[in-house]
């Protein structure tokens, strides 16, 4: 309990160096606990401790909680649920769903009428299902009286995406770093022993590819199977595609890019390296991604594209199992047709936040106060990071060990509670993220410089899709099921035989056609003109 107590006063007193904002009033004092002093004066706003109420919050099951707890009750739910009820008199009840099927497991209690006070997607199509329904409140008064901390800190993540023509139907969460989607990787090493420079074109990395299969190094490029992604093809194949406006950017976004006009030169291409054994020939049947992530540990592959550091863990197993740095680095090698890069990168918003029809009133004053808190940067640090964090020298917080979380009972995901505010100072510095990054190794298998470059290689090329809130008619209906099939469509192109190329790609595209693809593409192109 003395660790822990030191622990906090630390954490506070680093916190209020970092951060400003925040005033002492009369109410904070009352209300304060634990060190945090809310951000609202009560001098300027009524008094937020109402009569009691409770709520219900979702929170994803990722089944990596410590034992003796779950995702619903655990030490940090505990610590947030005690700072809720002493600061607002609100009761917070937790309702778990799991991960790998929670907008399944949403979608069934939403139809039920069952679902928590407050609930979450990244899907846009689902959220623009239940705000188009009747399933969702309207929170454009509740959200100015109440929502603060949200407009303060969270503003670039709140940009018209939860909005709808007649009002607001969710809060979004504001990201931290701003990251690039997929990132591209090779082997140093490699590079070095066949005596090549990092390609920077298309072209070179074939020739890289060609080199490594020829010198019999390992598989040269590797890839997975999974069937909810397209991270392993997108980046390469979008090079292909030439987005002359922001229409064309609406139009064919990241997720239809795969069927965007110049894409089938993409798909060839990988097809033809497929057919030359240059990809891995069984990827497919890799759905979850086990096969691929051992051919980068244990040094079998030679370059990949894939989420931005999803294969890091597998780097650190390669460099300090044969101690040589570096061995993988980030790379921009897939030009588009000026020979410039275009890079995907993350929304500044995450999810959709949302309160179903079914809370009333009283519950969803107390759910807009309860997201307003967590917005609060002090707030969703000690949530991030527990109530425990501490800071490095460079003023980050410290991601606790899995030993720590379990000694102590919190989640092995506590960013699963912080599902308002990510948006910390230190987020978007390169030279503080290498520096932390490197402090803080569990392995030594990076350097500072890694890191700076990986920041800096990913951030060139930086692009956005355009977005809106509404979503057709035609994407609600067939979008979903649109995604699914054209990961599946592009895996069919990559894997036919290289004279069934064309035959495979036709027939597939017309499938997609036939299952709502012209449709939504109308809709998007429709929209654009009406709103422009």
Known sequence: MKRKSIARTLALALAMVIMTGCSKSENEEMHAVDGYLPAQSSTEEENLYGEEVTIR??????????????????ALTDWIKQQVSDLYNINVEYVSIPRVESDEKLNIMMSAGTAPDIVFTY????????????????????????????????????????????????????????????????????????????????????????????????????????????????????????????????????????????????????????????????????????????????????????????????????????NVQPTWIPINCFETSDGTYRNPFEYRHAMFVMIPSTADEAKTIACMKYLNWLADPEVAVQVRYTPDLIYDSNGVAVEPSSAIKEEIGYPGTCDDLCIMNLNFEWVNSFDILAQSNYDNQEKDWATVDWYQDYYETTSIGKFRFPTYGVVSDAESTYGTDLTIRMTEFAYDCITAPADEFDTVYESGYDELVNAGLQKILDARAEYFDSVN
């Not at 919050?57 to 655990?74: F, K, S």
């Open 57 to 74: 919050v979702m929170v994803w099951d990722r089944g990596d909680a410590a034992i003796g707890t779950n995702a619903e009750n655990n």
């Open 123 to 322: 899907d846009q199509a689902l959220f623009y299902n239940y705000a188009s329904n009747g399933q969702l409140n309207e929170l454009s008064e509740v959200y100015e009286q109440y929502g603060q901390n949200i407009q303060n800190y969270c503003a670039e993540a709140q940009d018209g995406v939860g909005d709808l023509a007649d009002g607001k139907y969710a809060v979004m969460k504001q990201r931290g770093t701003e990251s690039a989607r997929h990132v591209s990787y090779i082997r140093k090493d490699w590079l070095d022993e066949l005596g090549m420079e990092v390609p920077t074109t298309k072209e070179e990395l074939g020739e890289y590819l060609y080199a490594v299969k020829d010198a019999g190094l390992g598989t040269p490029w590797a890839m997975s199977g999974r069937q909810d992604t397209e991270k392993m093809y997108l980046n390469f194949v979008g090079s292909y595609v030439d987005l002359e406006s922001d229409r064309d950017a609406y139009i064919y976004s990241e997720q239809y890019m795969t069927i965007a006009p110049g894409s089938k030169e993409g798909l060839k291409q990988l097809n033809a390296w497929y057919n030359d054994g240059l990809i891995t020939q069984d990827f497919t049947e890799d759905t979850s991604e086990d096969n691929f992530k051992r051919a980068v540990s244990e040094g079998k592959a030679g370059f990949v594209l894939d989420d931005a550091t999803n294969i890091w863990s597998c780097i650190a197993t390669l460099n300090t199992t044969i």
